[in-house]
């Protein structure tokens, strides 16, 4: 029963830096996203897919990048760390993308 | 330009009472609507939502209200609980293929004992 698994909880990354945030659900969910959270502006859509091999680009997509092989795992790509990037970052997913999304725990992440 | 808009960052209502928190939305293709409630270091939960062919909705203490001329719609707790402390974020979603979420940026409900 687990859900939209994401790892890991905590990062700190020195500019410059790339890591991957990982998102994997056991829901057989067709539609999975990634958004940022920032203080004072809601959640923001990075990526998204709506399956397996077919991504799109969200709201704020520079500095990102996303694959989608499976159903099951969204990971999320950041391929040289900025300070603008330190926010909290929560994968969500859906089967159909009209009913509530089930969203991670998340990630959060401190560039410095 | 914000598509969604929450103009209320805080709200504190006393226990018992109502809580009524308010949405704003500028995008006509938006033909879906969510509530979210989020707990600190957790992710935003599914509350309730709302198609827009319907004016309301309800779901034990939680009704959402839809104003398409306005472009408005509001979420009612009645009775407020202290446990019913969150931020609350108000969601939308466009018609078409392509169904990903734009939220606003969240109002915190303090509800006091």
New interface residues.
């Given amino acids: 029963n687990a859900g939209?698994t994401q790892t890991p909880k905590f990062q700190v990354l020195k500019t410059g830096q790339s890591m991957t945030l990982q998102c994997a659900q056991d829901m057989n969910h067709e539609?999975m996203?990634w958004?940022r959270q920032d203080p004072?502006?809601?959640?923001?859509?990075i990526h998204?897919s709506?399956g397996a091999g077919i991504t799109?680009q969200?709201?704020v997509p520079n500095g990102y990048n996303v694959s989608r092989s499976t159903t099951e795992d969204f990971p999320l790509r950041l391929l040289s760390a900025a300070p603008s990037q330190t926010s909290v970052y929560?994968c969500?997913s859906s089967s159909?993308?009209?009913?509530?999304?089930?969203?991670?725990?998340?990630t959060r992440l401190t560039v410095v | 330009d914000q598509q969604?808009k929450?103009n209320s960052?805080s709200l504190s209502v006393q226990e018992g009472r109502i809580s009524i928190l308010n949405c704003d939305y500028t995008n006509s293709m938006f033909d879906?609507f969510?509530w979210?409630k989020k707990y600190p270091?957790?992710?935003?939960?599914?509350?309730i939502?709302i198609s827009s062919i319907k004016d309301k909705n309800e779901d034990g203490r939680f009704t959402v209200f839809l104003n398409k001329s306005a472009k408005h719609l509001s979420l009612h707790i009645v009775p407020s609980q202290p446990g019913d402390s969150a931020v609350y974020?108000c969601a939308a979603?466009p018609s078409g293929?392509?169904?990903?979420?734009?939220?606003?940026?969240?109002t915190q409900l303090t509800v006091l004992p």
């Fill in positions: 939209v539609y996203s958004y004072g502006m809601g959640l923001r859509l998204y709506v799109d969200g709201e929560f969500a159909t993308g009209v009913r509530g999304y089930t969203f991670g725990s998340g | 969604v929450q960052p879906y969510l979210y270091a957790e992710g935003p939960t599914f509350l939502s974020f979603l293929s392509a169904r990903q979420l734009t939220f606003g940026s969240g």
